[in-house]
T-cell receptor, first 112, second 116 residues
Framework: AQSVSQHNHHVILSEAASLELGCNYS??????LFWYVQYPGQHLQLLLK??????LVKGIKGFEAEFIKSKFSFNLRKPSVQWSDTAEYFC??????????FGAGTRLFVKA | DTGVSQDPRHKITKRGQNVTFRCDPI?????LYWYRQTLGQGPEFLTY????????KSRLLSDRFSAERPKGSFSTLEIQRTEQGDSAMYLC??????????????FGPGTRLTVL
């Protein structure tokens, strides 16, 4: 069965610090990978996704993620975080069907 | 507001009662999903509709749970004989359709269920 593991449940950073959130999945076949974000008081929304092609995916608000197939990883990065990036971030995977498996989430708090 | 809407936003019920939640997807979206999210966890897939057809169900969706999407528009999720373990946030999402590579799920605000 597919599963998604997010390494950090809580991350605290100062503004301008670099961010990397880890995500590993377990599934041996072709996968589609996602990062979702939920800002305080808002709905869950898509940050970026990988389906095929360039393993370095760029998303909204300066976020990017790199798919490393050999490591079953899809880590999220941002060179310089802002206070407004405070949110909960979810990594997710599906195998090409409609059932998407989410990780437990990482709560990011950015100190101004 | 043209986003996904859910009603009610909060529901408190006693164990053993039945509850029904409604989801109104974005207009013209033909795919609709239900998820459940408990504290400290990510959303868990429950079921998926393509228009009015329920095409996939998770084993999490026990016999007490039923979902419908009559006419391929709004959807309802009913939980019969609620249990305390059913307490969770129930999320609905919709997407336009087409190839998965270009399809994006838009989530609603959720219905928070508390079973006493």
């Amino acid at each position: 069965a597919q599963s998604v593991s997010q390494h950090n449940h809580h991350v605290i950073l100062s503004e301008a610090a670099s961010l990397e959130l880890g995500c590993n999945y377990s599934y041996g076949g072709t996968v589609n990978l996602f990062w979702y974000v939920q800002y305080p008081g808002q709905h869950l929304q898509l940050l970026l996704k990988y389906f095929s092609g360039d393993p370095l995916v760029k998303g909204i608000k300066g976020f990017e993620a790199e798919f490393i197939k050999s490591k079953f990883s899809f880590n999220l990065r941002k060179p310089s975080v802002q206070w407004s990036d405070t949110a909960e971030y979810f990594c997710a995977v599906n195998d090409g069907g409609f059932k998407t498996i989410f990780g437990a989430g990482t709560r990011l708090f950015v100190k101004a | 507001d043209t986003g996904v809407s859910q009603d009610p936003r909060h529901k408190i019920t006693k164990r053993g009662q039945n509850v029904t939640f409604r989801c109104d997807p974005i207009s013209e979206h033909n795919r609709l999903y239900w998820y459940r999210q408990t504290l400290g966890q990510g959303p868990e897939f429950l079921t998926y509709f393509q228009n009015e057809a329920q095409l996939e169900k998770s084993r999490l969706l026990s016999d007490r749970f039923s979902a419908e999407r009559p006419k391929g528009s709004f959807s309802t999720l009913e939980i019969q004989r609620t249990e305390q373990g059913d307490s969770a946030m129930y999320l609905c999402a919709s997407s336009l359709g087409g190839p998965l590579s270009t399809d994006t799920q838009y989530f609603g605000p959720g219905t928070r269920l508390t079973v006493l």
